[in-house]
């Protein structure tokens, strides 16, 4: 046969080479047409939840770059563990602790500590003084004032030691004090430094008692000092979002907010160490324990009181003050929810039998009747169930803490009700699907770090330990003293002011008022009274 | 490259089940690059620090490093988008179920279902020392001894020896 009887066979060949080699893209293009369909469809349920959801994208309010405008000298009054955290959040970390975190971080390289302490913005402050009834401690502020390691270098000044805090707010070169004293010595001091015209940084819980809320909170008013309590949840960027949230009324009327503690270990429960170098040498207890109610001779009861406050009333107010009062600021942070008209709490020592008066569980129910709300609060200090936190809407709700946030650590989450009205239509067309969030806030997901003991996971998910600035991990706590410090230079209100932090005192006596009294406490707003 | 037994390449129900096989592993890796590549908050940390075994110290280090965790988050991202469509496609197919293999043995011995180990995320089924990802690249080193891309696939045009 010639050429020509060959090319019917050849074409055959070539269309089948062609089939064969193209046989399997049309899958590729079902897989493509399936694809920008389930993009499509995510797409269309993203834009509908997020066009109502995220009316203000912003991310919160670049913080304020002040720093440099006017050098300002602090004070620590109490420089225990709470107050060697406050100073480091104004920049000073004692040898000890920067070798510390500086080896963690050498030898764990998710420890994030160190670098989160190096880079924090130089505030432009010295601390110049501390008192402490401990010598230990009052040692131990003075090295750290001391201390090169540290964001911005070498620290200008050296602290002085005050024996008495009188002392130290005498003393003309001190701007403004920390005080991070146990409760019972927070009214007291805040009043004398207003007095003495020494801006102020209280630790929560507010004061110990009533009256000591409504003295401080006048006092503040009287000399227009900066005021500042230490519930640093205010600069957490979570609880910023869910305010947007919230205030935009994605979540429906909302008639109940839960709120709880979950801690289960001795440290959770304060059950402290006792310094070995605490004795009656080195710690001036007479002065430790002047204001508080019952007095004791120095011993062995006395070392366990120093150094485990927490557990006994005559110092704090227990899970009050302690531990609700940052749950309670972060709702009125949100929520705006003020204070309440009606407390009412019950508990008791039921675990840590150890001599401690104030409860190991405790809860409280708070009433807003003009707000149509009630506020639970649960505490247990012998489970950890991570219960977190719930803002329970018609339409929907808001899981904080504990299991929410994607897993990751101090997010939250936004699930629509079943029977939701505002989300009817969306749920019936199964845009929206009530067994899943429609809205979920997990910041530096991307984001790993070695946060692993109990203690510090409860305060991360709750955002007191870390909150995310543009991605970049912070410790809220240095940004609340930021806060604070900018706003003593240029006269604006700090963001947990003496305003919202009279409603956490309040609140906070209200409920353990009803817990000694065993009946319902009415807040009187008029005669600023307790009924 | 080497080539099937004539009697597979003869036996159209054994080559059409390889070519399937083929397919589907490649459609799975190339969805599973993909919403990798659009989810701007997907990163293999989450994974790696959830890993046990012989490889969790490695797997440590990666998410300790930022630059060594994105690379693991590229390769993941782009190895499984890329290996999935050179499986579905049959172009490169050898090399792309190598690869595969390499992956997804990666993601099994970074956390293989064995006794003793506990996980922190629940599993979708009940594994015991097999799981699919074992199953998986057992599947594409079926894929890769009997390729089947140069007769049925891209490669063809690229494979003189398989036509006719």
């Known amino acids: 046969m010639g050429d020509t009887s060959k090319e019917p066979n050849k074409t055959n060949l ?18 493509l047409v399936n694809l920008w369909r389930k993009m499509s469809r995510d797409k269309a349920k993203k834009a509908n939840l997020l066009s109502d959801l995220i009316k203000k994208k912003s991310a919160p309010a670049a913080v304020k770059s002040i720093s440099n405008s006017r050098h300002l000298n602090i004070g620590v009054i109490g420089y225990g563990g709470r107050g060697s955290h406050l100073v480091r959040g104004a920049g000073f970390a004692t040898k000890g602790w920067t070798d510390t975190v500086s080896e963690n971080a050498r030898k764990n390289k998710l420890d994030k500590q160190f670098e989160t302490f190096m880079s924090q913005e130089d505030l432009n402050c010295s601390l110049v003084g501390v008192c402490d009834v401990f010598d230990v401690n009052a040692e131990l502020g003075i090295n750290a004032s001391e201390n090169d390691i540290r964001p911005g270098g070498n620290p200008k000044a050296s602290a002085t030691r005050y024996r008495h805090y009188k002392d130290l707010l005498a003393s003309d070169d001190i701007d403004a004090v920390i005080i991070a004293t146990p409760d019972h ?39 227009g000092i900066t005021f500042q309590l230490g519930h640093q949840n205010r600069q957490v960027e979570a609880n910023e979002k869910a305010r947007e949230i919230v205030q ?18 001795p440290w959770g429960a304060w059950v402290w160490g006792i310094h070995p170098k605490g ?16 007095k004791i001779p120095f011993g062995e009861e006395a070392l366990k009181r120093f150094f485990r406050w927490r557990c006994w009333y005559d110092y704090g107010t ?14 009125n942070q949100i929520m705006d929810i003020g204070i309440p008209k009606y407390a009412s709490s019950t508990g008791g020592v039921y675990f840590y039998k150890d001599g401690r008066d104030v409860p190991d569980v405790w809860n409280a129910t708070f009433e807003y009747p003009n707000k149509d709300l009630t506020l639970l609060y649960s505490a247990s200090l012998s489970s950890n169930n991570p219960r977190g936190n719930r803002i329970m809407g018609h339409d929907a709700t808001m899981q904080m803490g504990g299991q929410s946030g994607g897993g990751s650590v101090h997010g939250f989450a936004v699930t629509a009700d079943s029977e939701s ?10 845009i929206i699907n009530p067994n899943y969030p429609i809205y979920t806030y997990s910041p530096g997901s991307k984001e790993i770090d070695g946060v692993t003991s109990a203690t510090s996971r409860y305060f991360a998910n709750k955002g007191l330990l870390y909150t995310y600035r543009a991605g970049k991990r912070v410790d809220p706590t240095h940004l609340h003293i930021k806060d604070w410090l900018d706003s003593i230079r240029d006269g604006s209100m700090p963001k947990c002011n003496i305003d919202v932090a009279f409603h956490e005192a309040v609140t906070c006596a209200m409920a353990t008022e009803s817990y000694f009294t065993g009946r319902r406490v009415e807040w009187d707003p008029v005669n600023r009274k307790l009924i | ?52 075994w012989i490889f969790s110290g490695l797997a440590k280090s ?19 988008t890329l290996v999935g469509c050179s499986l579905l496609l049959g172009l490169f197919s050898r090399y792309g179920s190598l690869v595969g293999m390499a992956l997804v043995l990666s993601y099994y011995l970074f956390a293989p279902p064995l006794l003793g180990l506990e996980y922190g995320k629940p599993n979708e089924g009940s594994y015991l020392i097999v799981n699919k990802n074992l199953i998986e690249a057992c599947a594409l080193w079926v894929v890769y001894v009997f390729p089947t891309s140069n007769i049925i696939g891209l490669d063809r045009f690229f494979s003189n020896q398989e036509k006719h």
């Open chain 1, 14 to 31: 070539e269309r089948r080479d062609l089939i064969k080699g193209l046989a399997t893209v049309p899958v590729a293009g079902v897989f």
């Open chain 1, 185 to 223: 010595w927070h009214s007291r001091i805040s009043i004398d430094a207003a007095k003495a015209g020494k801006h102020v940084y209280c630790e929560k819980g507010m004061t110990r008692t009533f009256d000591e809320a409504i003295d401080v909170y006048d006092a503040v008013k009287k000399t």
């Open chain 1, 248 to 265: 935009q009324g994605l979540l429906g009327p909302i008639n109940l907010v839960e709120i709880t503690t979950n801690r289960n270990s």
């Open chain 1, 279 to 294: 004795n009656e040498q080195t710690i001036d207890w007479e002065t430790f324990q002047e204001p508080s109610p019952n």
């Open chain 1, 318 to 331: 227990g899970l009050s003050g302690d531990l609700f009062s940052h749950d309670f600021d972060a709702i």
């Open chain 1, 421 to 430: 009205t505002q989300y009817k239509d969306r749920l019936k067309s199964g």
């Open chain 2, 1 to 52: 490259m080497s080539s099937l037994d004539i009697s597979i390449k003869e036996n159209k129900y054994q080559l059409y089940g390889l070519v399937v096989l083929r397919v589907l592993i490649g459609w799975h890796f190339l969805y599973e690059g993909i919403a990798k590549l659009i989810n701007p908050y997907w990163s293999s940390a989450a994974y790696l620090l959830d890993s046990k």
């Open chain 2, 62 to 80: 990666i998410v300790a490093n930022p630059t060594l965790l994105t690379i693991s988050d590229y390769t993941n991202m782009w190895g499984l």
